[in-house]
C-alpha cells in the first residue's frame, strides 16, 4: 500500500478561510468531518488496518477472527474525541 494525501493543504486552507458562521453552518450539517484534516495519520497504522480488512464482511481478520473496532478505540487510533457517537464519519 502507498500512502498519499491529496490536496490536503488546499482543503485546509479553504476551512482557514470560512469565517465562524460559515463553519458553524458546515458543522450544523457534516458535524466535525473537517476537523478530520488536521489530524496527522499514523502511517504504519494505516498500512496494518489495510493489510486486514475485509472489505466482504466490513471488519478486520486476524487469523480467522473477525474484530470490529468500537467507537473509542477509533477515537484513540485517530486521536481524536468524537462528541456525538451517532455521526461517525
Request: glycine content about 2%.
Amino acid at each position: 500500500m502507498d500512502c498519499r494525501r491529496n490536496r490536503e493543504d488546499e482543503l485546509k486552507e479553504i476551512w482557514k478561510s470560512w469565517d465562524a458562521a460559515k463553519k458553524t453552518h458546515f458543522q450544523d450539517k457534516y458535524g466535525d468531518v473537517a476537523h478530520l484534516m488536521f489530524i496527522k495519520p499514523n502511517d504504519a497504522l494505516l498500512k496494518a488496518m489495510v493489510r486486514f480488512w475485509d472489505p466482504t464482511y466490513r471488519c478486520f481478520t486476524f487469523n480467522k477472527v473477525d474484530i470490529i473496532p468500537t467507537i473509542k478505540e477509533y477515537s484513540t487510533f485517530l486521536h481524536y474525541d468524537f462528541r456525538d457517537p451517532l455521526r461517525i464519519y
